[in-house]
């Protein structure tokens, strides 16, 4: 079982989640030839180790997170939101809907800190 710890809603089990393929990915211009096109879409590494990856917490907060993820033993160095702007977006709509901050709480601690639950992850006013 892999544990993948999301900045929002704590550690959970990895089938909370969908795997979406590699995070290190650039991709052309929308107008970019064919070929570029190809390459980006087709030809990859098998990495032996260390990969950043994307994962879409489906039966959770539904963000897409950047992971760090060894493929030899699965363990996850860092998990991170894949929009680095979440936070402010995020507080953002708490401060319109008269709460406080979010962002303080997003990435804050280390990858497998906090428990289970995922009450580490609640912002200051959703407490109870």
Known sequence: ??????????VRDHAEFRYGGDGSIHYPALDADLEHWHDALYLRENIDGMQ?????HVFGCRQWLLVERDTVSHEISSVKPANNDIGVILDSA??????????SSVGSSPVGSGDASGSSHVPDNKKE
């Open 94 to 103: 708490l401060t319109d809907a008269g709460g406080g901050t979010f962002s």
């Open 1 to 10: 079982m892999i544990l993948i710890e999301c900045p929002f809603c704590g």
């Open 52 to 56: 950043l990856e994307t994962w879409h």
